[in-house]
T-cell receptor
Framework: KAGVTQTPRYLIKTRGQQVTLSCSPI?????VSWYQQTPGQGLQFLFE???????NKGNFPGRFSGRQFSNSRSEMNVSTLELGDSALYLC????????????FGQGTRLTVV | AQSVSQHNHHVILSEAASLELGCNYS??????LFWYVQYPGQHLQLLLK??????LVKGIKGFEAEFIKSKFSFNLRKPSVQWSDTAEYFC?????????????FGAGTRLAVHP
């Protein structure tokens, strides 16, 4: 079974631009969550999607958004990039909502210059 | 708000030493607890999890953790570490009120094991 796949692995963007990151969950998994990992703030929850609906959201500004498609693949978008958005963005998939373990992808390393 | 505290940010051990990493969470309701490990250059991997039942949980690679509800703790242990255990370890919690698919992570503990 293939794991969680995130693309691209690395991105360099300029301040003010927007970026879209992609996540393909493990086959059969319907819940996808996104996390931001930085040296200063650690791992922080961004949002979770299940059945194409956002079910939960963390404390991030509206510049951070996401969506989920009918095949459970998910994208997250960051608009008007700031230097502080430089981070490793991790996607995790779970079989279902409720008590379940999350499996993480390798992440996308975003650098904003 | 829920939070997770990991007491040690950096731990340095020699091979064969015993390991205990502390983790405390702040939430009075039913929780699910996890330990994840991140080896250098690799993705987060689940070491072990506690949902219910026996509070002593055994995971992969010889790790175990004990859930002590009265102390809000879920400490990770390994009797004898190896050089290959060098990694960053994260404790995490989910709950019904917070959303079962929303992991709240601790700050992490960097473990360095010297041969």
């Amino acid at each position: 079974k293939a794991g969680v796949t995130q693309t691209p692995r690395y991105l360099i963007k300029t301040r003010g631009q927007q970026v879209t990151l992609s996540c393909s969950p493990i086959s059969g998994h319907r819940s996808v969550s996104w996390y931001q990992q930085t040296p200063g703030q650690g791992l922080q929850f961004l949002f979770e999607y299940f059945s194409e609906t956002q079910r939960n959201k963390g404390n991030f500004p509206g510049r951070f958004s996401g969506r989920q498609f009918s095949n459970s693949r998910s994208e997250m978008n960051v608009s008007t990039l700031e230097l502080g958005d430089s981070a490793l963005y991790l996607c995790a998939s779970s079989e279902r909502q409720g008590i379940a373990e999350a499996f993480f992808g390798q992440g996308t390393r975003l650098t904003v210059v | 708000a829920q939070s997770v505290s990991q007491h040690n940010h950096h731990v340095i051990l020699s091979e064969a030493a015993s390991l205990e990493l502390g983790c405390n969470y702040s939430y009075g309701g039913t929780v699910n607890l996890f330990w994840y490990v991140q080896y250098p250059g690799q993705h987060l991997q689940l070491l072990l999890k506690y949902f219910s039942g026996d509070p002593l949980v055994k995971g992969i690679k010889g790790f175990e953790a004990e859930f002590i509800k009265s102390k809000f703790s879920f400490n990770l242990r390994k009797p004898s570490v190896q050089w290959s255990d060098t990694a960053e370890y994260f404790c995490a919690v989910t709950s019904l009120s917070g959303g079962y698919n929303k992991l709240i992570f601790g700050a992490g503990t960097r473990l360095a094991v010297h041969p």
